[in-house]
């Protein structure tokens, strides 16, 4: 489930990437990034899982990385050339080809992996805990936000290949997520005390994206074959047919296994450095948020400082990962699958362990990339309509905290949100006007000032931290209430601690419990009461007023 829920990230980050990459006339090297993000991720969410934040959460692509990426792209040197913008003129194989797109992926992987540090650093230094003073709803809200505002340009150009087919991926997709998602269906399963029998499963609610496209794609497929579609490459509309890119399954390999470096050796540039580290930052607020909806979901205890720390250091080293593999994207933890433990009732770190392996073991089949690659184009434009409307609205839900009767955090939000849409708009028009004569630095300035989540978040992060305030209307008692929460720290240690014995042999060392990734020592009364704790169950049930039990299991 949490595997299929991840599917629409995961899948449209390389296909929007190709792009800018200049491959969107290559669908088979398109597959190979597709099979190299599922690989990672699967190693991201065993690492996160079993040793960042010990949560039930899955690990994948970043949506808060892609802004960034295509604004680095979009300098005059990585611009595509003419001759691959025309199919014709492609040869896939050839080395000229292969050079100029290798050229652009070694170029991100650089810049990833030098800003995953920055991430590595405040992560095990415990600096995010300091950082998260600073930064309330104001600034996460526009930042956010404006991930996902700047791409609409993408999304229009791909559903514009054919409105009716978008509309109609767009139509399955709100109707299984909205009007159906409360509706069971009957569907047999087994269990050890009651043996076969049809539970009722949400599967609406679940799956509206995969069965959303999974239909429309059958009905592209059936009005392909009766040639309902233009055959003519010219015409309006021939993107919807399923088999332009039919051969990519066949050129495909049947396994094929990623590894560092495979796109040659990564190169660094400033001005990537600096435009990832944008979206690094958001990418940690937005996951320490999800820390916490996920513990809340699945029953846990409030994450404390120490298990955050190691969750946030551990996406860098995922960070680090992507970047060597050469996914063109960073890793973080995804929403999706946050929400998905709220519909399943089941917040198992052995469910997500599971998830991750089966995203490794399809990482390595060549074909199901391909799969996912030969997706017509207008269906892809009706998820990414979707898809950047939710992060979108999720940037401004933030705002809940806060008091938008007060007329100075209106100013902050919506001058924020212009002036990340206004400005990155004229430096594309007029970049000439801010050359210093210092090519890197002209690139740095650039690449900052295209990005729109960068622009809106640091004018928001400036404005909230110096126009006057109340730390209420500010949205920061609110915002925090969930983090002050107490718990027993006995049953914080026993979710939160380290595997295998690490937690209770290496942590307990004298001069090991101050570093910002170990839990603090329990004081005596406390110390005594842990044996009693660590011979519970390894799951528990909790159920709240009115609510189904949610099973917890604390394994691993």
């Known amino acids: 489930i949490h595997y299929l829920t991840a599917l629409g990230g995961l899948v449209a980050i390389p296909l929007i990437l190709s792009k800018e990459l200049c491959l969107q006339h290559d669908p088979l090297t398109q597959g190979h990034l597709i099979s190299t993000i599922f690989f990672v991720s699967g190693i991201c969410t065993l690492l996160q899982v079993l040793f960042g934040v010990r949560l039930p959460i899955l690990q994948g692509g970043t949506f808060a990385f892609l802004t960034p990426s295509l604004a680095m792209l979009s300098l005059p040197n990585w611009r595509c050339p003419a001759w691959t913008q025309n199919a014709s003129q492609v040869n896939a194989t050839s080395p000229e080809f292969i050079e100029v797109w290798q050229s652009r992926m070694r170029e991100l992987q650089g810049a990833i992996m030098v800003a995953s540090c920055f991430q590595i650093f405040v992560g095990f230094s415990g600096l995010i805990g300091f950082l998260m003073r600073f930064i309330g709803p104001l600034t996460i809200a526009p930042t956010i936000t404006l991930v996902a505002l700047p791409l609409f340009n993408s999304a229009g150009d791909e559903a514009g290949s054919h409105w009716g087919i978008s509309a109609m991926a767009i139509f399955f997709i709100v109707l299984f997520s909205q009007y159906l998602k409360n509706v069971p269906v009957p569907l047999p399963s087994y269990q050890g005390s009651r043996k076969c029998h049809f539970s009722k499963v949400y599967l609406f609610q679940i799956f509206p994206v995969l069965l959303g496209l999974a239909i429309t794609w059958l009905i592209c497929f059936a009005l392909t074959v009766t040639n309902a579609f233009p055959s003519d490459a010219a015409v309006y509309g021939y993107l919807a047919r399923t088999d332009i890119k039919g051969d990519v399954l066949s050129q495909a390999p049947w396994f094929r296994f990623p590894y560092p470096g495979q796109w040659g050796v990564p190169t660094i540039s400033l001005a990537g450095i600096f435009g990832i580290i944008a979206g690094v930052i958001s990418s940690m607020v937005e996951s320490v948020g999800d820390y916490y909806a996920c513990a809340r979901l699945s029953g846990a205890p409030p994450p404390p400082k120490h298990a955050i720390n190691r969750g946030i250091g551990v996406e860098g080293i995922g960070c680090l990962l992507a970047g060597a593999w050469g996914t063109g994207n960073g890793t973080t933890s995804y929403s999706e699958n946050v929400g998905a433990l709220g519909i399943t009732r089941v917040g198992s770190r052995i469910v997500i362990v599971a998830g991750g392996c089966v995203l490794l073991v399809i990482g390595m089949f060549g074909k199901v990339g391909a799969v996912f690659a030969s997706i017509p184009t207008p ?148 110390r005594k009461e842990e044996p009693k704790s660590l011979k519970q169950e390894n799951s528990f049930k909790i159920r709240s007023e009115g609510e189904p039990e949610i099973d917890i299991d604390t394994r691993i």
Request: aromatic share 12%; glycine share 10%.
């Open 379 to 526: 269906l892809i434009g009706g998820l990414l309509l979707v898809m950047f409307g939710i992060i979108t609205a999720v940037g401004v839900s933030n705002l809940q905290y806060v008091d938008m009767n007060s007329s100075r955090n209106l100013f902050i939000f919506g001058f924020s949100i212009y002036a990340g849409l206004a400005i990155p708009n004229w430096v594309n028009k007029n970049s000439q006007v801010l050359e210093t004569g210092i090519l890197q630095l002209d690139q740095v300035i650039r690449v900052l000032l295209t990005t729109g989540m960068f622009v809106g978040g640091f004018l928001a992060f400036i404005l909230d931290n110096t126009i006057p305030g109340s730390q209420e209307e500010r949205g920061l008692l609110a915002w925090k209430e969930t983090c002050q929460e107490e718990c027993d720290e006995t049953r914080v240690l026993e979710v939160y601690s380290l595997p295998f014995g690490i937690g209770t042999k290496f942590c307990t060392s004298f001069w090991v419990q101050y570093l910002p990734t170990c839990p603090q020592r329990l004081s005596g009364s406390k």
